[in-house]
C-alpha cells in the first residue's frame, strides 16, 4: 500500500530536550516536506526536500532541522525544542511536476511543557 | 502574508443542503488542489485543477478553477455527514526551474447536521 508514515503519533516532552520525528514513504518520490498546522493559521510549511541531499527552508524553519540521505526518509529534527513549536506536524511527499500533489502521512501531535 | 483566503472559516449545514466554499487570491497558480482533512488524519487529495475555467466533478463535489488561475471554488450537492471535515485548497506556485510552492489555504470546517 502506497504511503507515508511519521512516528510517533503523540509526544509529550520538555522543553531543551533534542527529539526527532520519522517519516517515510514507500512511492519513490522526490519532494518531501514537512508541515505544520496550527488553529488559525493552517498548514505551514516548515523545510522540504527536493531530492537526497537537497533541501531547502521553508516559511517557519526556525528552530528545526531535517536531513535527506536516503530518498524515502525525511527525519525532522527538534534540537532544543521550545512550548510555541507544540503543534500538529505533517509530513508530505509528492512527484515533481506541475501539478504537486501532496501525500500525507497521519500526523505527530507534539507537545511541549 | 496569506496568499490564500477561504471563504466561509465555519459552515454548518443539514443533511440535503448545498454549500460553496470558495478560495481566492491575487496571486496567479499554475495549478490548484483541494484537500479534505478528518479529524486525527492527514489530509487526503480530492482534486488538481489546472486549466483557467477548468471544471471537474467528483460524484457530488464540483471544483472550478477560475478563469485567471486566481481562485477556485468547491460545490457540494446534497451534503452528507461524510462529508463533514476541513476542506483546505492549496495553490502550486512556478518560482523559476524546477523550483515550485505549494501554499496553502486557512480552511473551511464544515460540519453537516444528520
Known amino acids: 500500500e502506497a504511503q507515508v508514515t511519521q512516528n510517533p503519533r503523540y509526544l509529550i516532552t520538555v522543553t531543551g530536550k533534542k527529539l526527532t520525528v520519522t517519516c517515510s514513504q514507500n512511492?519513490?518520490?522526490?519532494?518531501m516536506s514537512w508541515y505544520r498546522q496550527d488553529p488559525g493559521l493552517g498548514l505551514r510549511q516548515i523545510y522540504y526536500?527536493?531530492?537526497?541531499?537537497?533541501?531547502d527552508k521553508g516559511d517557519v524553519p526556525e528552530g528545526y532541522k531535517v536531513s535527506r540521505k536516503e530518498k524515502r526518509n525525511f527525519p525532522l529534527i527538534l534540537e532544543s525544542p521550545s512550548p510555541n513549536q507544540t503543534s500538529l506536524y505533517f509530513c508530505?511527499?509528492?512527484?515533481?511536476?506541475?501539478?504537486?500533489?501532496?501525500?500525507f502521512g497521519p500526523g505527530t501531535r507534539l507537545t511541549v511543557t | 502574508t496569506q496568499l490564500l483566503e477561504q471563504s466561509p472559516q465555519f459552515l454548518s449545514i443539514q443533511e440535503g443542503e448545498n454549500l460553496t466554499v470558495y478560495c481566492n487570491s491575487s496571486?496567479?497558480?499554475?495549478?490548484l488542489q483541494w484537500y479534505r482533512q478528518e479529524p486525527g488524519e492527514g489530509p487526503v487529495l480530492l482534486v488538481t485543477?489546472?486549466?483557467?475555467?477548468e471544471v471537474k466533478k467528483l460524484k457530488r463535489l464540483t471544483f472550478q478553477f477560475g478563469d485567471a488561475r486566481k481562485d477556485s471554488s468547491l460545490h457540494i450537492t446534497a451534503a452528507q455527514p461524510g462529508d463533514t471535515g476541513l476542506y483546505l485548497c492549496?495553490?502550486?506556485?512556478?518560482?523559476?526551474?524546477?523550483?515550485?510552492?505549494?501554499?496553502f489555504g486557512t480552511g473551511t470546517l464544515l460540519a453537516v447536521q444528520p
Open positions: 508530505a511527499s509528492s512527484l515533481a511536476g506541475r501539478s504537486w500533489e501532496q501525500y
Open positions: 512511492m519513490n518520490h522526490e519532494y
Open positions: 526536500s527536493m531530492n537526497v541531499e537537497v533541501t
Open positions: 496571486s496567479v497558480f499554475s495549478s
Open positions: 485543477v489546472v486549466t483557467g475555467g
Open positions: 492549496a495553490g502550486a506556485r512556478n518560482y523559476g526551474g524546477a523550483t515550485n510552492k505549494l501554499i
